[in-house]
Nanobody
């Protein structure tokens, strides 16, 4: 089992920045691809970004590309999502997820482990 705990969410004005963290514990972090997803009220969960193991490959949703950056510190078993130039439409609960494969995925049903989520609210 892999336990994931997100942190770093909050309320920010449009144009602002936040840095989300996702700390993993339990089984080894080694070999796990990590993903970030988000879910706004009344909407389906959507893909945001993914980073492969050990971190050489990243992939972003078109709506966040150029504004968000995913990274990982394998020594700390932590993955990060830097959110810049935030917009009100970025408001959602952000989840990190893990899958035991080297290659990333944008499909939420291909991830085995999920965190509890952290709320990001962007005011206009």
């Amino acid at each position: 089992q892999v336990q994931l705990v997100e942190s770093g969410g909050g309320l920010v004005q449009a144009g602002g920045s936040l840095r989300l963290s996702c700390a993993a514990s339990g089984r080894t972090f080694s070999g796990y691809t990590m993903g970030w997803f988000r879910q706004a009220p009344g909407k389906e969960r959507e893909f945001v970004a993914t980073i492969s193991w050990p971190g050489g490959s990243t992939y972003y949703a078109g709506s966040v590309k150029g504004r968000f950056t995913v990274s990982r510190d394998n020594a700390k078993n932590t993955v990060y999502l830097q959110l810049n130039s935030l917009k009100p439409e970025d408001t959602a609960v952000y989840y990190c997820a893990a899958r035991p494969y080297y290659r990333g995925s944008s499909y939420y049903n291909e991830y085995d482990y999920w965190g509890q989520g952290t709320q990001v609210t962007v005011s206009s």
